[in-house]
């Protein structure tokens, strides 16, 4: 979940870095990404270990990252998180962008932690179709 969750914490911190109307919102920013990336590192390194010890792990935890990625769809969508970050960014294509973005690096995080290519298995993809 490390992987998922904070790749998103990460691509948000990089938009509203990007979308900050003065310096204070940008610094708060750079370390939201900062912290994130932390979790992130410490995810994949995480993953690699415990299936270099066990391999037969990577059916389960794909099995579980396929249950969480449903419920991120969900938050990714809802009115509480999508309707602010398209006033704050301008339009709904820079938001879908930046989920766009955000999926990819997950994606590489993913296979860089040895669970594979999950492109095929996400309702991510979906999802990105529906919004732009």
């Known amino acids: 979940m490390n992987l998922l969750l904070f790749s998103f914490v990460q691509g948000l911190g990089r938009h509203l870095e990007?979308?900050?109307?003065?310096?204070?919102?940008?610094f708060l920013a750079t370390r939201l990404?900062?912290?994130?990336?932390?979790?992130?590192?410490?995810?994949v390194d995480h993953l690699r270990s415990l299936l270099r010890a066990r391999p037969g792990e990577a059916e389960a935890l794909n099995g579980h990252l396929d249950l969480v990625?449903?419920?991120?769809?969900?938050?990714?969508?809802?009115?509480?998180?999508?309707?602010?970050?398209?006033?704050?960014?301008?339009?709904?294509?820079?938001?879908?962008?930046?989920?766009?973005?955000?999926?990819e690096e997950y994606l590489e995080r993913c296979a860089a932690g040895g669970l594979g290519d999950?492109?095929?298995?996400?309702?991510?993809?979906?999802?990105?179709?529906m919004i732009v």
């Open 69 to 103: 990625e449903n419920g991120v769809v969900g938050w990714l969508g809802s009115r509480e998180l999508i309707e602010p970050l398209v006033v704050l960014s301008g339009g709904l294509e820079r938001v879908a962008g930046c989920y766009r973005r955000t999926f």
């Open 18 to 26: 990007w979308a900050a109307k003065n310096p204070a919102d940008a």
């Open 118 to 129: 999950r492109r095929a298995r996400s309702p991510i993809p979906r999802f990105l179709e």
């Open 33 to 43: 990404v900062q912290d994130a990336t932390r979790f992130l590192s410490y995810g």
